[in-house]
C-alpha cells in the first residue's frame, strides 16, 4: 500500500502544477486576459511578418520602399480573419485538445482524493493512538498556597507543572493572587464519542484551563500555563522508550491537533468532538500557608485535588 501510494504522489506531484495551470488559464479572469494577450501578440507578430514579406516583394519589382497604409490595413485583417479561420477549421484538433488537458485535470484530482483519504485514515489511525497512549489518569501540577490574607481576603499560590518527558515538576513555577479563599478549577474537556477518532472506550480528554474562587468569575478566572509553546500539555509529553505503536514526531504532531481542538470548537466540531467546558471540583477546607495540593486529571474526563502527603 505504501509502494502504491508514493507512486501515485510522484505521477501527481507532476500532473499537479499541470492541472493548476489548465484551470487557471480556463477558469479565472486572468486567466483569460492571459490567453487573449497571447491571442493579440501572435496577431501582432504574424501582421508584422507579413507586412515585411509585402514589403520585400515591393522592393523586388520597383524601387518603392515602402507598403501603403491601406494595404498595411488589409493585410492585418487578411492575417486576423486567416487566423481564425484557422482556429476554426481546427475545432476537432482543439476539441481533442481540450479533452487532453481536462482529462489531466480530472487525474490528478482523481489522484489528490485517494492521496487525500490514504493520508485522513493514516491520520485518524495515529489519533487513535496518541489516545491509546493517553489511556491513564495523571498528575497535572502540584498548587502550594504560600499565603492566605484574611484580612483582604486573597490567596496567593504557586503553581509547579508535571512534564512525563522531565518526568518531573519544570522548575519554572507560575505565580498567582487571587481574590478570594474557595479557588475553582474550570476544565477544558473533550469528548470522542461521536468522532472517528473514537477509541471504543470511555476516554476523554481534560485539562484545567483557569482558575477562579468565589470573588472572581470564571469568565474573569486566571489562565493556567499548562502547555508548551506549541500548545500541547505537557501532562502529555513523553519519552521515546515510553511511546508506543506511533514515531515520536507524528505524535507530537497529533497531540497539536488535538490542542487546537481543545480551545477552537469549530475546529472540534467539524471532526466530530464535541468539546465543553466544566465547572470544576474545589478545595476549601481549611486551607493553610504551606498547603500543597496535587491536581490529577482522570482519563474519563475527571479532575482529583489530594493533599500532598508528608513522610
Not at 502544477?17 to 487557471?24: C, G, N, T
Not at 501578440?41 to 507598403?67: C, D, M, P, Q, W
Not at 474557595?182 to 471504543?200: P, R
Not at 514526531?249 to 497529533?254: D, F, H, V
Request: without cysteine; aromatic residues 12%.
Amino acid at each position: 500500500m505504501g509502494n502504491s501510494q508514493e507512486l501515485l504522489k510522484q505521477i501527481n506531484w507532476f500532473l499537479e502544477p499541470v492541472s493548476d495551470f489548465i484551470l487557471y488559464l480556463f477558469t479565472t479572469k486572468s486567466g483569460y486576459i492571459l490567453l487573449l494577450v497571447f491571442l493579440i501578440l501572435y496577431l501582432i507578430f504574424t501582421s508584422i511578418n507579413a507586412i515585411r514579406v509585402r514589403k520585400l516583394a515591393h522592393e523586388s519589382v520597383s524601387r518603392n520602399l515602402g507598403v501603403p497604409f491601406l494595404e498595411k490595413i488589409y493585410i492585418i485583417s487578411s492575417e486576423t480573419i486567416k487566423t481564425f479561420m484557422g482556429i476554426i477549421t481546427k475545432l476537432p484538433v482543439l476539441l481533442g485538445i481540450f479533452l487532453v488537458l481536462f482529462g489531466i485535470v480530472g487525474l490528478s484530482s482523481a489522484l489528490s482524493t485517494v492521496d487525500d483519504f490514504v493520508e485522513n485514515q493514516k491520520r485518524i489511525k495515529e489519533m487513535k493512538t496518541v489516545i491509546k497512549n493517553l489511556d491513564k489518569s495523571y498528575v497535572v501540577a502540584k498548587m502550594e498556597i504560600v499565603d492566605v490574607n484574611y484580612i483582604e481576603n486573597k490567596t496567593s499560590l504557586k503553581i509547579y507543572y508535571y512534564d512525563y518527558e522531565l518526568d518531573d515538576y519544570l522548575p519554572e513555577t507560575q505565580d498567582i493572587q487571587i481574590k478570594g479563599k474557595d479557588i475553582y478549577f474550570l476544565n477544558l474537556v473533550m469528548n470522542f464519542e461521536y468522532a472517528e477518532i473514537e477509541s471504543g472506550k470511555n476516554i476523554n480528554m481534560v485539562m484545567p484551563y483557569k482558575i477562579f474562587s468565589e470573588e472572581v468569575a470564571k469568565d474573569d478566572g486566571i489562565m493556567l500555563q499548562t502547555t508548551d509553546s506549541l500548545g500541547v500539555p505537557y501532562i502529555f509529553h513523553r519519552d521515546d522508550d515510553e511511546i508506543y505503536g506511533i514515531e515520536k514526531l507524528s505524535y507530537y504532531n497529533r497531540l497539536k491537533e488535538f490542542s487546537e481542538m481543545m480551545t477552537d470548537s469549530e475546529k472540534a466540531r467539524k471532526e466530530g468532538v464535541r468539546s465543553f467546558y466544566a465547572a470544576a471540583p474545589h478545595f476549601v477546607n481549611n486551607i493553610s500557608k504551606g498547603q500543597k495540593i496535587i491536581i490529577w486529571v482522570e482519563q474519563t474526563g475527571g479532575l482529583v485535588l489530594k493533599r500532598e502527603q508528608n513522610f
